[in-house]
Nanobody
């Protein structure tokens, strides 16, 4: 029901910055918990950062102090500002939304198709 489209990935040198965007449609963005996940070849998908409807945030230890997750409810858009990028940040980054739906308020989860981030040394 909720559609997510990521953008902003690309190729950067170590120490550089990128800002990822995730445009959401088809659901109540403002009440959803949003997150960024990443998956590198040969590794499991991991949570990078999450933000709740009340703007509480959580970060993986590996990105604390370098990445900032934020949301613009008026634009139904999620952001991930990535600074001081390192080669180990190279991965496909996915946008995720978790929300309640239906008369029983079942938890639903939606995923974008991902955007590639490559950090060269």
């Amino acid at each position: 029901q909720v559609q997510l489209v990521e953008s902003g990935g690309g190729l950067v040198q170590a120490g550089g910055s990128l800002r990822l965007s995730c445009a959401a449609s088809g659901g109540p963005f403002s009440s959803a918990t949003m997150g960024w996940y990443r998956q590198a070849p040969g590794k499991q998908r991991e949570l990078v950062a999450a933000i709740t409807s009340s703007s509480s945030t959580n970060y993986a230890d590996s990105v604390k102090g370098r990445f900032t997750i934020s949301r613009d409810n008026a634009r139904n858009t999620l952001y991930l500002q990535m600074n001081d990028l390192k080669p180990e940040d190279t991965a496909v980054y996915y946008c995720n939304a978790e929300y309640l739906s239906g008369i029983f308020r079942d938890r639903r989860s939606s995923w974008g198709l991902g955007t590639q981030v490559t950090v060269s040394s």
